[in-house]
């Protein structure tokens, strides 16, 4: 039996239109800014027409900040983080779930505090341990004395020096973030759901653990997967903190960051329409991805396939 609640329904319907305007309206607004001249959108209040600048205003955009090579940034990161968490986090959980070790609850638990530590908290171990990822084995050396053990032994003068750094580089940008403790929560939690006859029915076969990861678990796992592969892209393209400390180079600046300096300072001209329209460039390549993965995320939220 359905129950009507005329009034009720209603109230839901003035919630989610007004939900909709608060989201929707901050960017129909950017959209006509973006195609306002500037004396226009400096006006008070905007008018709320559109204009016939947007081309001009988008390759003013294009052009000023070296949007594309920042974009660019943007999605080789955003991509790295994404394909590294998943595949550490698959692995770890496969790990917790399925094989019988002597600290694996120690393992498990290790994973799980680390959720209760926020980014700022661990940003400047990481950023240390980026600056120079040699510096341990550097220390160690140092410690042992080997540059005169290998002097003495060769007969030549030989120096130690470890330094590797990944400042100012793609991989910097992309690895302290692969690891994920909230994925491999995740990962564990749908692994614990798979029937355990699949498991005993792979190993009468013959299957090895590789095997049945493979075949079996990496199969069922696919919606999930697709619904990871947005929440971590839009989480890695939006890193604004990180990038900010690991780089120095202005061609490996990402948008988030490329963007912000577009914004009007207080000694600038307030032109807006150039950084709203900056804006709307970079919202572009997360969007296409939940776009095309709309479907896949949706059924990855709501569906278990067994």
Request: proline content about 6%.
């Amino acid at each position: 039996m359905v129950e009507k609640t005329p009034i009720l329904d209603f109230f839901t319907y003035v919630f989610l239109l007004m939900g909709i305007f608060i989201v929707g309206f901050p960017i129909l607004y950017s959209l006509i800014a973006a195609t306002l001249p500037l004396d226009q959108v400096s006006q008070v209040p905007m008018p709320l027409i559109p204009g016939d600048q947007f081309m001009i205003n988008m390759k003013e955009a294009w052009s000023r900040g070296d949007l594309g090579t920042q974009i660019l940034n943007s999605v080789i990161m955003a991509s790295g983080i994404t394909a590294g968490k998943i595949a550490v986090s698959m692995i770890g959980a496969f790990s917790i779930v399925y094989f019988d070790y002597k600290f694996r609850v120690v393992a498990f638990a290790s994973v799980f505090c680390t959720l209760m530590l926020p980014v700022e908290v661990r940003i400047l171990p990481t950023y240390e341990m980026a600056a120079n990822v040699l510096y341990p084995i550097q220390a160690l050396c140092n410690v042992l004395h080997l540059e005169g053990l290998l002097s003495w032994f060769t007969g030549n003068d030989i120096s130690i020096n470890l330094n590797w750094s990944l400042l100012d580089s793609h991989t910097g940008l992309i690895l302290p973030l692969v690891a994920s403790a909230t994925c491999t929560f995740l990962f564990r939690q749908f692994f614990l759901t798979v029937p355990e006859e699949l498991c005993e029915a792979a190993k009468m076969d013959g299957a090895s653990p590789m095997i049945f990861f493979r075949k079996i678990l990496f199969p069922l796992s696919k919606t999930n997967i697709a619904a990871l592969v947005v929440i971590e892209f839009v989480y890695g393209y939006n890193q604004y903190l990180w990038p900010l400390l690991i780089t120095t180079n202005p061609k490996m600046t990402t948008a988030v960051i490329g963007l912000l300096n577009l914004i009007p300072q207080a000694d600038d001209l307030p032109e807006w329409n150039v950084a709203l329209c900056a804006t709307l460039l970079v919202m572009l390549p997360p969007v296409l991805v939940v776009l095309f993965m709309q479907r896949w995320f949706v059924k990855g939220l709501i569906e278990k396939e067994k």
